[in-house]
């Protein structure tokens, strides 16, 4: 069950399904109570846990389109170890804050790269484009969707990561349309493509 401790390649434990809807509510309860509301989408291996891929998990992923929005969730989980206060990170580019959330590290930032693209993950209208809804207590948290982190895990070269997400997806269906400009974007080769897409077309009849 996904519940069940997984050790990531680094050794380190990977959270718990527990762990991330636990820090995951916290953390979006003490916005709502803050007054605030902005947008955000959630990202990371620990999005595709929620969607029920059973992977690696290290801490929570919060993408926001505003240097404001940080600053928002900062001030809402000031009451929660800092960190990492949220400041510039002119090599990424990005604004970036970090907070312990029970024990989960629970990371907030935008991403602050120009691109029209809305084939990857956490660049440009990709995250806000293509997401799924999902419960988390009373909160509906908008999770990026898997094809576009299965091109980032592949482009990292994790199985431990990419292998799962497959897994899932052929047996659950996916948007091959997506998937194909979304490995495009990432610059993967056309024979790593044709791999992907071959390992998942023998088992994804839903795939469309």
Known sequence: MIGTLIVMGTGAASLRLKD????????????????????????????????????PVGDIDLLVARRKDVDAFAAALASFPCL??????????????????????VEISTV???TDSDEME?????????????????H?????????????????DRPDRYEPLMDH??????DRALLHRAMAARGLSTERQRTVNDRLARSSPRSR
């Not at 956490?122 to 009373?138: A, E, F, K, N, Y």
């Not at 997806?169 to 996916?174: C, E, I, N, P, S």
Request: hydrophobic share 45%; with cysteine.
């Open 140 to 156: 509906r948290v908008p999770v990026v969707r898997l094809e576009l982190r299965l091109a980032t895990e592949l482009l990292r």
């Open 112 to 114: 602050e790269q120009e």
């Open 20 to 55: 991330v809807t636990s820090a995951l509510e916290t953390t979006l309860t003490a916005l709502r109570v803050a007054g605030a509301d902005p947008a955000y989408r959630m990202g990371g291996t620990g999005a595709a846990l929620l969607q029920g891929v059973r992977l």
């Open 84 to 105: 990492y206060a949220a400041s510039w990170l002119a090599q990424s580019p990005q604004y970036f804050a970090r907070y312990d959330v029970h024990g989960v590290h």
């Open 122 to 138: 956490c660049v440009g209208r990709g995250p806000w484009q293509h997401h799924v809804l999902i419960t988390c207590g009373p």
């Open 169 to 174: 997806m052929a047996a659950q269906g996916f």
